[in-house]
């Protein structure tokens, strides 16, 4: 009896231990759901932290840019003097005993000398200038590519965006249909509509399976494009952007955009540098015509000297080419050349900034001239006209070929408004490209 007590008294316990323990495994379960949903749940990035992210990640852009760092590298060379030159000479060594004696440094003639190119005409500093210009050109030259990617980006970005906006529609427009679908069914099984009229609305709803498909491919190949940019491996189902899918009505005047450019267009700003930089080569060029003297002393003991006082000598020298034929002629034109070639090239270059923003400012203002009348007046007639005829024909009021007109309608007007927002934007991001900087967002 005892034992069977004490069996009873211990039941409260372990029954309290084995809660303990459910709950226990309860919460694990319930955290370990919720870390699943949560590392299921994409990221989302704004532009500027996809902008960030290219400019620290891409291998091109950062390959580009040790351009710069090469150049500055060459600053160090251009700058360097001329190293001096050390002779050490030796004569008169015995290689027979003198007298019977083997003295063989007794007589011998030695002769350190030191030697050195002195440069004139600021050769050195006029190097060193003509190379950091070459870094300035390319600074601008690495500003340009990555202006010209960051177009390509912001494409992929705005991409990523529509497709977002035209998968939204292609879900909503096949939700709406179901749910016409199943009034459709009910109306059938109540003998409100033929056989074939039933038929034809669920061969419709194949159109809308098709968009909505389509809509993900394009939307999966808009982000293995910015993934691709980004050189980032993340898989496409924990990656997403985002950012507003909108126009801005109102441009600034044609005139701003092209100052901004002229002031701020890298490959503008290259060719002027250029053009620079060859005025700074000519000038190396006619410096280097000039004549450079060697300098050198010397040092000089000769035991052997029949002269008690000329045991140990010192010694100077100048040397001094005589530029009789060779003056750097060649060097000279050549670099004369080249400053009118880049001034022709500086021309081109400041005619295509504007041609590129008259581009691109012509192609921004047709999208906004489009886009207007379907943002004051098309979307709000496609929806009316839509729910009009959806509840005239659901009440037998219009044909099955109105409603399904109307439908088409509504799904091109809605669509064709998503793609003109699509191209404003990259109309807006090619104004961007053309003038050297983001003006427009």
Known sequence: ??????????????????????????????????????????QSFTWQQIRDRFQAANPTLLADKLNIDESKAQEITAFLRPNPTFTLSADGTQIAPHKGAWRPLAGTFESPSLSYLHERQHKRE?????????????????????????????????????????????????????????IGRNRFKAGDIAQIDRDRLELQRVQYESDLQAAEENLETAKIQLLTLLNSRTPLDRFDVSGPFDFVDQLMPRDEFRKIALDTRPDLKAAVEAVDKAHT????????????????????????????????????????????????????????????????????????????????????????????PYKAKYLQQSVRVRDTMTFSYQRGGASLLDFLNAQSEYRTVQLTYVTLIGSYLTAASQLNLAVGREVLQ
């Open 281 to 372: 080569d000519y000038k190396l060029a006619v410096a280097n015509g000039s004549t450079d003297p060697t300098f050198g002393a010397w040092y000089t003991h000769n035991s052997s000297n029949n002269n008690p006082f000329g045991i140990n000598t010192l010694g100077v020298s100048v040397s001094i080419p005589l530029r009789v034929f060779d003056r750097n002629q060649g060097e000279k034109l050549r670099t004369q050349l080249d400053i009118k070639r880049n001034e022709r090239l500086r021309d081109a270059a400041e005619a295509a900034v504007l041609s590129d923003v008259d581009s691109g400012y012509a192609t921004l203002e047709s999208s906004l001239i489009l886009l207007r």
């Open 1 to 42: 009896m005892a034992r069977s007590a004490a069996v009873v008294r211990m039941a409260p316990e372990k029954l309290a231990s084995l809660r303990s323990v459910r709950l226990y495994f309860l919460a694990l379960l319930i955290a370990g759901s919720l870390a699943k949903s949560a590392h299921a749940q994409p």
């Open 126 to 182: 006029l190097r060193l200038e003509s190379a950091k210009k070459g870094t300035l050109i390319a600074e601008s030259g690495h500003a340009d590519l990555e202006r010209t990617m960051l177009f390509n980006l912001r494409s992929a970005f705005v991409s990523i965006l529509q497709g977002k906006a035209v998968l939204q529609l292609a879900k909503d427009n096949l939700a709406y249909y179901d749910q016409v679908l199943e």
